[in-house]
Each structure stands twice: as structure tokens, then as C-alpha cells.
């Protein structure tokens, strides 16, 4: 069998049409694997953008509460302050056992009665404690309501 010009075409077009045919599913292969990555890519960036919108909303109730923290401390050492500058404006409701003595019908002679120094250094202190604490209390409820939805 004498191998023509026509016979060499047809065995050409047969190679080529094997080899576009390989080449076409290594293609579709291909192209399967790059969308998936595609997809995968894409589920990872919208996580990312989920955790950034969180991260963000989570630094603003941080802000918030801080700064109400901040004007609390600030409002505890105005009052501080204020009470140095003149304790005699201080006032504070409490009741003072009587004397089981009986007192002459003439001048007071007793003490006004006032808490200890160590009294007043521990009431500043819980008052900043309460106003921490009552930052934190807060803040707290609003993450769980807000982010445990």
C-alpha cells in the first residue's frame, strides 16, 4: 500500500484530532481545579471580610465602653476633688448610735461625727471599682447580645 498525499493527511488529521481531544480533557481538568480554587478563594474572602466587619464592630463597643469608663474616672476625680476643696459639702447619710449617757441640758460638746480617713480612701476607691466594673458589666451584655445571636 503506497502511501499517498491524501492518506498522509488523514493520518495527520487522526493524530491531531487524538491529541486536541487529550489536550481538550486535560483542559476541562483544569479548568475544573481552577474554579474550585476560585470558590475557595472566594468562601476565604468572605470570611475574611465577615472577621474584619466583626473586628471592627467589636473595637467600637470597646471605644464606647472605654470612654464612658474614662468620663466615670473623670467625674469620680472631679468629685475627689471637690470633696478635698471642701469636705464640709460632703455629705454622707449615716447613723450614729446615742450615747447611753445622759448628756446636761447645756452646749454640745460632742464631735461631729465623720467617717475615718481610711473610710473616705476606701469610698474613692469602690467608687472607681463600681464604675470599672459597671463598664465592664455593660459591656459584656452587649457583646453576648450582639454577638451571641
Known amino acids: 500500500m503506497k502511501f499517498n498525499f491524501t492518506s498522509g493527511v488523514v493520518i495527520a488529521l487522526i493524530v491531531t484530532s487524538g491529541a486536541a481531544c487529550l489536550y ?5 481538568v483544569q479548568l475544573k481545579a481552577t474554579q474550585d480554587k476560585i470558590t475557595e478563594i ?10 474584619n466587619t466583626h473586628i471592627d464592630m467589636l473595637h467600637e463597643l470597646d471605644s464606647k465602653h472605654t470612654q464612658e469608663l474614662a468620663h466615670a474616672k473623670t467625674e469620680i476625680d472631679r468629685l475627689h476633688s471637690a470633696s478635698l476643696a471642701h469636705p ?28 475615718t ?28 447580645r450582639e454577638q451571641c445571636q
Open 117 to 144: 480617713d481610711s473610710a473616705i480612701r476606701n469610698y474613692w476607691l469602690l467608687r472607681e471599682r463600681i464604675a470599672t466594673s459597671e463598664q465592664m458589666i455593660l459591656g459584656l451584655q452587649e457583646y453576648i
Open 24 to 28: 481538550r480533557d486535560k483542559y476541562k
Open 42 to 51: 472566594q468562601q476565604l474572602t468572605d470570611t475574611i471580610n465577615y472577621q
Open 88 to 115: 464640709e459639702r460632703v455629705y454622707i447619710q449615716a447613723k450614729c448610735p446615742v450615747s447611753k449617757t445622759v448628756a446636761s441640758s447645756g452646749m454640745d460638746d460632742a464631735a461631729l461625727a465623720r467617717p
